[in-house]
């Protein structure tokens, strides 16, 4: 069955960085997109950003030019790379895998506190 496990959560002081990771284990990443969603307290969970198989990448506006998506199809492994941390960045943050034939599978959640 197909799991995501999450890492490297954590708080910092505002301006700083973090690094999640998100290691799945049960499908190929070529089967699926991929991304990070979070939820603060209070709040909607909002998507934060995606990328597919093709490479294509997408992000939430308020993050542009702070974090990027990547992913090491070797080690199976999603990352999300987070600098120049806010504040307003401060939230439980969630990988996902997405297929039509699969769904939408959700890792455990790592929360960030800035």
């Known amino acids: 069955h197909v799991q995501l496990v999450e890492s490297g959560g954590g708080s910092v002081q505002a301006g700083g960085s973090l690094r999640l990771s998100c290691t799945v284990s049960?499908?190929?990443?070529?089967?699926?997109?991929m991304g990070w969603y979070r939820q603060a307290p209070g709040s909607q969970c909002e998507s934060v950003s995606r990328?597919?198989?093709?490479?294509?990448?997408d992000y939430l506006d308020s993050v542009k030019g702070r974090f990027t998506i990547s992913k090491d199809n070797a080690k199976n492994t999603l990352y999300l790379h987070m600098n120049s941390l806010k504040a307003e960045d401060t939230a439980v943050y969630y990988c996902?895998?997405?297929?039509?034939?699969?769904?939408?599978?959700w890792g455990q959640g790592s929360q960030v506190t800035v």
């Open positions: 049960g499908v190929s990443f070529h089967e699926v997109d």
């Open positions: 990328t597919n198989d093709d490479g294509r990448t």
């Open positions: 996902a895998v997405e297929g039509s034939w699969l769904g939408s599978i």
